[in-house]
């Protein structure tokens, strides 16, 4: 039997490796487990986008600082933006037209920052 799963097809051992779980889901009855599980993912992944975010601004805060002050106000309030539509939808959800506008706020937000950023690294007319 052993052998049986190792000879098998990658992609069709992770199938029925998910279909174990789905099943034993099921039949210990544990989607209340999973819902917790689910919860505590999407607060997790949040939290690692907001550290990556802090990490990446300690790095970089120095030179932000000699930014000129409509530059730096259109730079952290493109990532405050983004921060507050991220965790908007990590707490409620979206679907819809609101993911639409979630979308196109955290682009336009984005654009926002990559607009100052390129404002200061433009060496020239």
Known sequence: MRRFFADMNPTLRGFLAIAAVALLVMVLNLYV???????????????AIAFFLYLFWRDRKGMIETWPGHARLAFYGGALVILAALALYFTIGASGLEAL???????LAGFAMWRAWKSQHTYGY
Request: charged letters at 5%; glycine letters at 4%; zero cysteines.
């Open 33 to 47: 487990a999973l819902a917790s599980l689910f919860v505590i993912a999407r607060i997790a992944f949040f939290l």
């Open 101 to 107: 506008a979630l979308l196109a706020s955290i682009g």
